[in-house]
């Protein structure tokens, strides 16, 4: 940071540089808040001066106050990811910081696109077709191979297994029918 840019900001500037943050902090869109308010999900190491400073430095926000709080999250029985369910084990997932921000100037979000806006410049069919185009060229290329398998194959499984339940059709091992070694 430049001794200009410090002289210029409305506040003491913290000696923390950060040129590439290794940390996330997500806008919250709180639509029951006045306009000047701004609410932010930050790291739980980061606190009111270290926010201050990022807004204002990476986005020229002048920030008139900060208040914090840290949510702490319900106990569940169980680790969320266990293979097994575990009784009688709880675990408590890790508590979520919050900042809300009073801002000098108000933010006003954008307006939601409507539909038709988002078919324009994200339209589905263009989407769809991309997807298929990757598809085919991966299978062209042996990534898929395993994973792809033709719709009238499916198809004749599917009867097949019908034929079988409804006893249509008497079931006989592959050996039989010649398709596996013997």
Same mark, same amino acid.
């Given at each position: 940071m430049s001794v200009q840019a410090a002289l210029k900001a409305p506040f003491r500037v913290g000696t923390k540089e950060v040129?590439? &943050?290794? /940390? #996330? *902090?997500? /806008?919250? =869109?709180t639509p029951r808040m006045p306009a000047s308010f701004a609410k932010f999900i930050v790291p739980l190491n980061m606190n009111k001066l270290d926010l201050r400073d990022y807004l204002y430095h990476a986005?020229? +926000?002048? +920030? *008139?106050? +900060? =208040?914090?709080?840290?949510? !702490?999250?319900? +106990? #569940?029985?169980?680790?969320p990811n266990a293979p097994k369910? !575990?009784?009688?084990?709880?675990?408590r997932p890790r508590a979520i910081k919050k900042m809300t *921000?009073?801002?000098?100037?108000?933010? *006003?979000? &954008?307006? #939601? &696109? #409507?539909?038709e806006q988002l078919n324009e410049q994200w339209s589905k069919d263009t989407h769809e077709q991309a997807r298929k185009d990757n598809d085919k060229y991966a299978e062209m290329r042996g990534r898929l191979a395993d994973a792809a398998v033709d719709r009238g $194959?499916?198809?004749?499984? =599917? $009867?097949? @297994?019908? @034929?079988?339940?409804?006893?249509?059709? !008497?079931?006989k091992p592959a050996e039989e029918l010649g398709f596996a070694r013997k």
């Open positions: 040129y590439l &943050p290794n /940390f #996330t *902090v997500t /806008f919250i =869109r986005y020229n +926000v002048r +920030v *008139v106050s +900060v =208040r914090s709080y840290i949510e !702490q999250q319900k +106990v #569940t029985q169980g680790k369910m !575990q009784i009688k084990r709880w675990f *921000v009073e801002l000098e100037s108000p933010f *006003v979000w &954008p307006s #939601t &696109p #409507t539909k $194959e499916r198809i004749s499984m =599917r $009867e097949q @297994a019908k @034929a079988l339940l409804e006893k249509k059709e !008497q079931w």
